[in-house]
Structures are given as C-alpha cells and as structure tokens.
C-alpha cells in the first residue's frame, strides 16, 4: 500500500487526487493533508480518509481545526496531530512514513515542502510548476543526488512523460517537445474588449476547471511560459527544442516530435484526474473515473501559432528562459502580485503584464543573468521579486484614473 501526502488538499488538484484515491482504498492510503486555511473542506477530507497528519498553513485557522477535532472527534487516538509552524509543515513532505508527496500547493508557497519531498528522495508527483521555475536547476540536481522521482501531474508534462519510451528524452532521438495550449478564454476575443475583462471572465476556462491563479495564468498564457520552463528543467531540455502551439479543443495534451518525423501524441478528456491517475499507478495503470474519450464527437483537431501580441505574458516568459539567471523566478513572483492583484479588483487584466516587465527590467538591472546557488537564495531573490512587483504595482494601480472593473460595472 502506497503511503501519500498531499499538499494543497483542499484545492482543484487536491480534491481531484483523492477522488481517484477514493477509487483505489487498497492500494493509497492518506497519510498527510496540508492546506492553508479552507478548514471546512479539510474537516470532511479529515473526516473521510483519517489522515495521521494534517498540516494548515494559516495558524489562526489551525487553531480553529484543533478545536474542532478536540470537540468531535472523542476518540483520542483517532486525533490526527495538526501542525502549523511553516518549518514542521515542510518536514511532513519528508515524512519517513510517506512514500508519495504530491504538490499541488498554487505558487512559490509550495517550494519548501516540494524541496524537502525531493531531497528526502520521495516520489513526487508535480503539480505545483513554480517551484520548478523558480528553483529548476537546484530542485533537478537535489532529485539526481537523493534518488527522488519527479513524475509530472501538468497535463502537458505528463502527455509528453507518457509519449517518451523511457519518460527520459534520448538527445539524439528527440527532436522537439509541442506543448499544446487552449489559448484560454480570451484567443478570439477583440483586443478593444481586453479592457473590462473581469476576473469572472478571465476565471471562466472554455475546456478546463481549475483554481483561479492557473486559470488566469491560462487566461494570459503566462502559465504555457511557465510550462515551458518546467518542461526544460523535467525534461533536461534546451526550451529552443520546445515548442508552443495553440489548440482550442484540448484533446491532445502534448505531444514529442522524433528525429524520423513521427510525432508521438497524448489524447484524452480535459480531466486533470487522467494525469494524476497514470503517475499515481505508474508504471502501472489504474482507472481515473474519467469517462472514455469519444473520438467520433471530436469535431476537428485545429493547431495555431500563439500570438504574442494578444498574449504579452507569454513574450515575457520567453525573454525571461533566454535571460536565464533569475529572470525565471522574478517573472514568476510578480506574476503572483500581479494576478493576485487582478483576482481582487486592484489591477487590470490588461496591466499584469507591465508589471511583469517592469520588474524584470529591475531585476536585469541588477544581478538578474546571475543563477541563484541555494533554496535560501531563492527566496530572498523571490521575496525581493515580490516586493518590487509590489511598488510596481502601486504605480501602475494609482494611474489608472477609472476604477476596475467588476461584474456590478458591466453589468
Ligand atoms: P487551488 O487554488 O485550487 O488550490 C491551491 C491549494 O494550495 C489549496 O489547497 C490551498 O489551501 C493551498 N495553499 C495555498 N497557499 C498555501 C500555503 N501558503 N501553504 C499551504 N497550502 C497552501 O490551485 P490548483 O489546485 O488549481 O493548483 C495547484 C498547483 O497545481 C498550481 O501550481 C498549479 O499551477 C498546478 N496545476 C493545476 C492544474 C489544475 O487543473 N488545477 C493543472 C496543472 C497544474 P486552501 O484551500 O486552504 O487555501
Ligand atoms: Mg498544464
């Protein structure tokens, strides 16, 4: 029985995980569940699968958990310990009783647990792609050192994980790797019309349902920059050798281009419980509770080029993977102010990309071509990331004469 802990429980990933664990209660056993401060949603996934450890993020709303458990639970032994203080919560992912750490924290808040997964030699099933981009080159070097097995949840990763004979690209055989992208919710939509995007609208994914951070990441396409960089790093791949091309119907999820012109393809239901399914099992296979892909309601197959144009945040992260240095993870921190900022009514969709740039400029600026050599660097370079993204941010923000948007002004 394999043991797991999940990190990020109680969000899209997360819940989507242990639907198909629910499926399997022979072969998974919930060991750990970490979340922030969702407690009602933690207290029904406590309730179900008797985790031994529970980690909460937010002290206030572990507090409210003890209390919860203390009062409903009367069986003691029956009592999962809860922590929260942010160094123990990592060292769970480290767990000796834990064979499989699955990271689906959103965001560079899920780098210490990923970090300690990984040098703790675990399997860690990815999902939380930030912290590849912000620490690719330690987090890789740490897994080769620890024996930790790094097996894609993205999508994209996975598909082209499933279409490599071995899951390791052989140089001489592989050409290029084609990550598809939907071109999220926005591809047609008039560029006059960018404006009074909300974030309902940028929220509302045509193919896929997931949390709002990676939804509005899809909905500026900054997350197939992202994706590209943790393709590189998983995949020991120079990102000129990666291909980007748009593909509304999000069928095939990605695909490898060989030396002989095959190109080796993975289709499948827009259903993250397919992916997490097959590095769950592998290399085994195990049934996702996803309905069978029905090719004859396929109505086309339609491949574009991205626009970078519609699309800045993509442009950006491509500027950033040939800056190298830390303009990877300074893109990606002030992705996160900015669309943080977005999500709660304080910038326009239109401006999270300045923001991106501006930040950037002043990172190359400074010592940005220069590759951070530890996590703690990471960190502080993250944090310096964030706080200028901030004040950017501010700027940009106290311009803007018209108030942003919302449902209530559109309407
Ligand atoms: P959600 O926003 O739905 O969930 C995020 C999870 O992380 C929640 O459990 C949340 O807890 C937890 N969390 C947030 N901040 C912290 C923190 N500081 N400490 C501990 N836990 C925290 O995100 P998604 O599930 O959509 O995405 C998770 C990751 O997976 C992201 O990196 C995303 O890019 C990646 N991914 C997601 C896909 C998807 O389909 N959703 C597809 C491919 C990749 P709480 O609920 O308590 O706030
Ligand atoms: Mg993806």
């Not at 909905?219 to 291909?243: C, H, Q, S, Y």
């Not at 992260?317 to 992705?335: M, S, T």
């Amino acid at each position: 029985m394999k043991s797991i802990a999940i990190f990020g429980s109680t969000g899209s990933i997360g819940i989507n995980t242990l639907a198909v664990i629910k499926l399997h209660p022979s072969r998974y056993r919930v060991e750990t569940l970490v979340a922030h401060s969702q407690i009602d949603v933690l207290w029904a996934q406590i309730a179900e699968f008797s985790p031994r450890k529970v980690g909460v993020a937010d002290p206030q709303s572990a507090a409210v958990l003890r209390a919860r458990i203390k009062s409903e639970i009367s069986d003691k032994t029956r009592h999962p310990e809860v922590v929260d203080d942010p160094v123990a919560l990592a060292a769970l992912a480290a767990d000796h009783a834990v064979d499989c750490v699955v990271a689906a924290i959103v965001g560079v808040a899920g780098l210490a647990s990923t970090w300690a997964a990984v040098r703790a030699g675990k399997q860690v099933l990815l999902a939380n792609k930030e912290s590849l981009v912000a620490a690719g080159q330690l987090m890789m070097s740490a897994a080769i050192a620890s024996g930790a097995m790094i097996l894609p949840i993205d999508s994209e990763h996975n598909a082209i994980f499933q279409c490599l004979p071995t899951g390791i690209p052989a140089p001489q055989a592989v050409q290029k790797l084609i990550l598809t992208a939907s071109g999220g919710p926005f591809r047609t939509l008039p560029l006059d019309q960018f404006d009074g995007i909300t974030p309902q609208d940028a929220c509302r994914h045509p193919n896929w349902v997931m949390g709002r951070k990676i939804s509005v990441d899809s909905a500026t396409m900054m997350n197939k920059g992202l994706e590209v960089i943790e393709a590189a790093w998983l995949f020991a791949m120079p990102p000129t050798r990666i291909d980007v091309v748009v593909h509304p119907e999000s069928v095939i999820h990605s695909m490898v281009q060989f030396v002989d012109g095959s190109v080796l393809a993975q289709l499948g239901r827009p259903d993250m419980r397919t992916p997490i399914a097959h590095a769950l099992a592998w290399p085994e296979r195990i049934d996702s509770g996803v309905a069978p892909l029905d090719l004859c309601a396929v109505t086309g197959l339609h491949f574009e080029a991205p626009d970078l144009q519609r699309f800045p945040c993509l442009r950006l992260a491509f500027d950033a993977i040939e800056q190298g240095g830390i303009a990877p993870l300074v893109i990606n921190a002030a992705n996160e102010i900015a669309v943080a900022a977005f999500l709660d009514h304080r910038l326009r969709f239109k401006q999270i990309p300045h923001v991106i740039e501006a930040t950037l400029d002043a990172a190359l600026a400074g010592t940005g071509t220069v590759a951070p050599e530890s996590i703690e660097e990471v960190l502080v370079k993250d944090a310096w990331a964030r706080q200028r993204a901030q004040s950017i941010l501010v700027g940009i923000a106290a311009q803007t004469l018209t108030k942003v948007p919302t449902m209530e002004h559109r309407a």
